[in-house]
């Protein structure tokens, strides 16, 4: 399925294993991570969710070429149930990015609790350069923690950045030696494991509380747009460069 879902000890980790196409993300592979964290919102015993690739590899982004083919439409697709079951999960989130991390693979990161990288960790947004726009309420989130000039820089330029960077930007909590930075965040997401539910819980719901519906708003706004971006010759002549490994040429669009 290329997304391993396993609970043990109270924490349920979803992670990516599709190392030949970088864990690019494909609508079942969204379905599967989106069954997951619903799994571990039912579940009593599961106290928390971590989110992972490989120690070389987090997530080289959306599947472009199932983008392409199967071009997501309304709230009901696996990447919005994903996204929405990210952005109100109760439970903690912990995530341990290492390698890349592109575009939703940086964004979700934006609705986790506390994040672990590795230091070979590149994340990178780079909807503009592939004719979309920004998706997983980024275009709040990201100058929320970021400010408005260095959210701007990603958002806008969409050059990768590293985990020194993206710790100093808030995305990050620490960065750790890549061959570390799973076991790390496991053991933190044990500490949280041990604690008591209903006071995690609690503070997750009250520090979201000002946000109140703004994330899921903007998704929705993010979403109209992205769809209709989606389906554009812009990103059409993105993704077809990619795929023919050359550089795209936007000149002709105004
Ligand atoms: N969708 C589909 N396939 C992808 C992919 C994606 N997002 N990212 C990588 N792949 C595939 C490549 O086509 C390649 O397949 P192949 O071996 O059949 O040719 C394989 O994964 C390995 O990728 P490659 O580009 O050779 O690895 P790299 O280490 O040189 O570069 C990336 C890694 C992530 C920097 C580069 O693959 C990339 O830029 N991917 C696209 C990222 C992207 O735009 N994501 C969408 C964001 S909305």
């Known amino acids: 399925m290329s997304i391993d879902?396993?609970?043990?000890?109270?924490?349920?980790?979803?992670?990516f294993a599709r190392p030949?196409?970088?864990?690019?993300?494909t609508a079942d592979m969204y379905a599967r991570m989106a069954d997951g964290i619903g799994s571990?919102?039912?579940?009593?015993?599961?106290?928390?969710?971590?989110?992972?690739?490989?120690?070389?590899?987090?997530?080289?982004?959306?599947?472009?070429?199932?983008?392409?083919?199967?071009?997501p439409a309304g709230d009901d697709s696996p990447v919005f149930r994903f996204l929405h079951a990210?952005?109100?999960?109760?439970?903690?989130?912990?995530?341990?990015p290492c390698g890349v991390a592109v575009g939703v693979g940086t964004t979700m990161l934006l609705h986790c609790d506390l994040v672990y990288a590795g230091d070979n960790a590149r994340f990178s947004v780079p909807f503009a350069q592939l004719g979309l726009c920004p998706e997983a309420a980024s275009s709040l989130l990201l100058p929320a923690i970021a400010g408005w000039q260095r959210a701007a820089e990603k958002l806008l330029l969409g050059e990768p950045?590293?985990?020194?960077?993206?710790?100093?930007?808030?995305?990050?909590?620490?960065?750790?030696?890549a061959a570390e930075a799973i076991g790390f965040a496991r053991a933190q997401a044990a500490k949280l494991a041990a604690l008591p539910p209903a006071s995690l819980r609690e503070t997750k719901r009250l520090m979201k509380r000002a946000l109140g519906e703004a994330i899921p708003a903007q998704m929705a706004a993010e979403g109209q747009v992205f769809g209709r971006m989606l389906r554009a010759p812009e990103a059409r002549?993105?993704?077809?460069?990619?795929?023919?490994?050359r550089r795209p040429d936007f000149s002709s669009f105004s």
């Not at 879902?5 to 992670?15: K, L, S, W």
């Not at 579940?43 to 070429?65: K, M, Y």
């Open 5 to 15: 879902v396993r609970t043990e000890a109270g924490i349920a980790t979803i992670a």
């Open 20 to 25: 030949d196409k970088k864990n690019a993300i």
């Open 40 to 71: 571990a919102t039912a579940d009593a015993a599961t106290r928390v969710v971590l989110l992972a690739g490989s120690d070389a590899c987090f997530t080289a982004g959306n599947d472009l070429q199932d983008f392409l083919a199967n071009p």
């Open 86 to 96: 990210l952005a109100a999960c109760p439970k903690p989130v912990v995530a341990a």
């Open 161 to 177: 950045f590293g985990a020194d960077e993206a710790r100093e930007m808030g995305l990050v909590n620490r960065v750790l030696p």
């Open 237 to 245: 002549e993105a993704f077809t460069a990619f795929f023919e490994k």
